[in-house]
């Protein structure tokens, strides 16, 4: 079943401009990661904040962690038309022993030249 | 590193016929292979978790005599979808987990589009 929930769920912008989407989710979790998916292709792992982490930077994103409100979000910094895509947030509630991975519904970002 | 690739990235079959994807970590030994199923524009739900030398454990919802998990070997992991039909057009992605790692990152493949007449 489906724990996270992205919003918006499409997000256009200008070339320059930050893009930022947001991710809630429901069970406790081991980390939550970001996907991106270019249209019909598979998926690129951006980044992996641990629970116990509120913040990680890798290049020009930026994810944020709040447990406490079960809640993510990804920011874009200066934008490009290159990253027009969809974003999924990812929750892993690492059953079983290993990862199982919850996907939201994704934003589609739109980054017009 | 890290690849994973999956063949065949694109398949057109007539209804009633069965369809072999196929899931391989090119550079790397996988421990765990996942099987995900995605609508167009929608999310990745995740079909079943495959294990190497043992049965697949499937998502509750999923037939299993319907989509056979054959995980062979420590780099192939096939998905075999039986007696297909046009609702079971959909892009199918597999992902990997690297043995003897930590297992917090999956490696997905391309993904394969199929298409039933």
């Known amino acids: 079943s489906q724990q996270g929930e992205e919003d918006p769920q499409a997000l256009s912008i200008q070339e320059g401009e930050n893009a930022t989407m947001n991710c809630s989710y429901k069970?406790?979790?081991?980390?939550l990661q970001w996907y991106r998916q270019n249209s019909g292709r598979g998926l690129v792992h951006l980044i992996l904040i641990r629970s116990n982490e509120r913040e990680k930077h890798s290049g020009r994103l930026r994810v944020t962690l709040d447990t406490s409100k079960k809640s993510s979000s990804l920011l874009i910094t200066a934008s490009r038309a290159a990253d027009t895509a969809s974003y999924f947030c990812a929750t892993d509630a690492k059953l079983g022993g290993y990862s199982t991975l919850t996907f939201g519904k994704g934003t589609m970002l739109l980054v017009s030249p | 590193g890290a690849v994973v690739s999956q063949h065949p990235s694109r398949v057109i079959c007539k209804s009633g016929t069965s369809v072999k994807i196929e899931c391989r970590s090119l550079d790397f030994q996988a421990t765990t292979m996942f099987w995900y199923r995605q609508f167009p524009k929608q999310s990745l739900m995740l079909m079943a978790t495959s294990n190497e030398g043992s049965k697949a454990t499937y998502e509750q919802g999923v037939e299993k005599d319907k989509f056979l998990i054959n995980h062979a070997s420590l780099t192939l992991s096939t998905l075999t979808v039986t007696s297909a039909h046009p609702e079971d057009s959909s892009f199918y992605i597999c992902?990997?987990?690297?043995?003897?790692?930590?297992?917090?990152?999956?490696?997905f493949g391309p993904g394969t589009r199929l298409t039933v007449l």
């Open positions: 069970t406790s979790i081991n980390n």
């Open positions: 992902s990997a987990i690297l043995f003897g790692q930590r297992t917090d990152t999956q490696y």
